[in-house]
T-cell receptor, first 115, second 110 residues
């Protein structure tokens, strides 16, 4: 099966600019996650979708970050305006089973540099 | 809230056995997962422990003790390709999402 697709692979923007990341999960995976991974740290959950509904966005900085999954398939994460501390890898993951024994499948991520 | 602790770095030689520990504090604990991440790569799922005890998958084993809020990942017959970062992650919300630890960087020397 095809993996989790993310684009772009790399992005460099100036602070206060806007940026958007796209994710296409594995076909049939109802659950989609966006994680932020700062260099040298573990991934931090930003938002979790179940189909097109938000399950958990408690750690999403809603003043500048937004995410949507309108048709319950692919998803977009947006940052507006970006800050220097947003420099990180943004990882998308998906899963199909409610059984955590199956784990997540992560995409390769988008590496964002804010200058 | 949740907090997880792992050693930041571990070094071992090829063919050896290494254990990476993880201690956690969390409410609503559901289980413990382990992920491997090579530099520049995506995290990949290794194992999940929902119950106390040892789970074995090939060269990798994972252990959980709920009463001690502790788990570990055991890697046997180390190979150079095992050099990577390893993250423990606690499951919450009935295992629907996971909080990741800070990661342990494993270096395997020839």
């Amino acid at each position: 099966e095809a993996g989790v697709a993310q684009s772009p692979r790399y992005k460099i923007i100036e602070k206060r600019q806007s940026v958007a990341f796209w994710c296409n999960p594995i076909s049939g995976h109802a659950t989609l996650y966006w994680y932020q991974q700062i260099l040298g740290q573990g991934p931090k959950l930003l938002i979790q979708f179940q189909n097109n509904g938000v399950v958990d966005d408690s750690q999403l900085p809603k003043d500048r970050f937004s995410a949507e999954r309108l048709k319950g398939v692919d998803s977009t994460l947006k940052i507006q305006p970006a800050k220097l501390e947003d420099s990180a890898v943004y990882l998308c993951a998906s899963s199909t089973h409610r059984d955590p024994n199956y784990g997540y499948t992560f995409g390769s991520g988008t590496r964002l540099t804010v200058v | 809230g949740q907090s997880l602790e792992q050693p930041s770095e571990v070094t071992a030689v090829e063919g050896a056995i290494v254990q990476i520990n993880c201690t956690y504090q969390t409410s609503g604990f559901y289980g413990l997962s382990w992920y491997q991440q090579h530099d520049g790569g995506a995290p990949t799922f290794l194992s999940y422990n929902g119950l106390d005890g040892l789970e074995e998958t090939g060269r990798f084993s994972s252990f959980l003790s709920r009463s001690d809020s502790y788990g570990y990942l055991l890697l046997q017959e180390l190979q150079m390709k095992d050099s990577a970062s390893y993250f423990c992650a606690v499951g919450r919300n009935y295992g629907q999402n996971f909080v990741f630890g800070p990661g342990t960087r494993l270096s395997v020397l020839p």
